[in-house]
């Protein structure tokens, strides 16, 4: 059964950066059959991708927020991690890492338990 | 972006009701289409991939359905534990977009 886990700080300050990491657990994120992505839901509000990553190193951003992600991958410890800078409150939000199925129709079909990130000073 | 619009936002409903939830796309997709249930402090869980397949695990009340621009989920027979928040999602084209969620409520 494949699990992910997210780590990281619950509270960032304003301009400073999230950093958030998922470990993975029962699957490789080496498998060519996979993305692994990070989605996040602000307090009552709906879903939105921010990144994912294809064990090649080729990633993809939602253009929303490219300009503040950075995206990695560490095989050796099976996680991958999210870096999102300059945060501001708008950023407060459960952020979810989850493993997408990299051929049609790309479903995300395991997901972490979520990591709630609160940026306030 | 493609803008996924669900119908309606939130519904009542009771044990044993049949349910539908509607889902829009902007633009085709064709079935690159996937139906997501969240619970109140979980993570969401797939239900519905390419608009109409079961997610191995997922009871077979649920059923997709749609094709192009429309889909719809039905719930048969609702149970108790059905009672969440539906997402529908389309994987077309990046990037991947959520519609904003139909609450089930009792």
């Known amino acids: 059964q494949v699990q992910l886990q997210e780590s990281g700080p619950g509270l960032v300050k304003p301009s400073e950066t999230l950093s958030l990491t998922c470990t993975v657990s029962g699957g490789s994120i080496s498998s060519s059959s996979y993305y692994w992505i990070w989605v996040r839901q602000p307090p009552g509000k709906g879903l939105d991708w921010i990144a994912y990553m294809y064990y090649r190193g080729n990633t993809y951003f939602n253009p929303s927020l490219e300009s503040r992600v950075t995206m990695s991958m560490d095989t050796s410890r099976n996680q991958f991690s999210l870096r999102l800078s300059s945060v501001t409150a708008a950023d407060t939000a459960m952020y979810y890492c989850a493993r997408v199925y990299s051929s049609w129709p790309y479903y995300f079909d395991y997901w972490g338990q979520g990591a709630l990130v609160t940026v306030s000073s | 972006d493609i803008q996924m619009t669900q119908s309606p936002s939130s519904l009542s409903a009771s044990v044993g009701d049949r349910v539908s939830i509607t889902c829009r796309a902007s633009?085709?997709?064709?079935?690159?289409f996937n139906w997501y249930q969240q619970k109140p402090g979980e993570a969401p869980k797939l239900l519905i991939y390419a608009a109409s397949s079961l997610q191995s695990g997922v009871p077979s009340r649920f059923r997709g359905s749609g094709s192009g621009t429309d889909f719809t989920l039905t719930i048969s027979s609702l149970q108790p534990e059905d009672f969440a928040t539906y997402y529908c999602?389309?994987?077309?084209?990046?990037?991947?977009?959520f519609g904003q969620g139909t609450r089930v409520e009792i």
């Open positions: 999602q389309q994987t077309y084209s990046s990037p991947w977009t």
């Open positions: 633009q085709t997709i064709t079935n690159y």
